[in-house]
């Protein structure tokens, strides 16, 4: 399991031109799911997401997690970051879990960061999202498990 973090001063989704979900200051989360990928995972990602102190604190050192800071969260699933680029020119997506385990694992991903804050919003688990945000930093993490 992957997730690619990046610290937003604003982020929203969108499909067919219609706004889902937007943040203000937060955490933009892309999850893509592997082969394999179990609840285990999906426990250390949520703690590991919501606890990494990737905010500035007062004296401009990161040392604020985005629950200290009051952020939101906006859960983007992301298909391509389960891919192969090992090999070739052409990704490969036989790592990827499929669709109905990874939806699976997605809305788990959901809930957790749900039942441990209250600011967390989704965008549509397999549709073809455009996404839109103000990276802050640019500050940028994988996290893989």
Not at 67 to 76: A, F, K, N, R, T
Not at 87 to 115: I, K, N
């Amino acid at each position: 399991m992957r997730v690619l973090l990046q610290r937003v001063s604003d982020a929203s989704v969108s499909v067919d031109g219609e706004t889902v979900s937007s943040i203000g200051r937060g955490l933009l989360v892309f999850l893509g799911v592997e082969r394999g990928d179990t609840e285990v995972e999906v426990d250390w990602l949520v703690d590991k997401t919501l606890g990494l102190r990737i905010f500035a604190d007062a004296d401009e050192l990161m040392n604020h997690s985005v629950m200290d800071v009051s952020g939101g969260v906006l859960v983007v699933s992301q298909f391509t970051l389960a891919a192969d680029t090992s090999r070739g020119r052409r990704p490969g997506f036989s790592t990827a879990a499929l669709p109905e385990v990874a939806e699976g694992l997605y809305e788990c991903f959901v809930t957790r960061m749900r039942d441990r804050w209250s600011k967390v919003s989704e965008g549509r688990f397999g549709a073809d999202m455009q996404v839109t945000l103000t990276n802050d930093g640019p500050v940028t993490f994988l996290l893989e498990r």
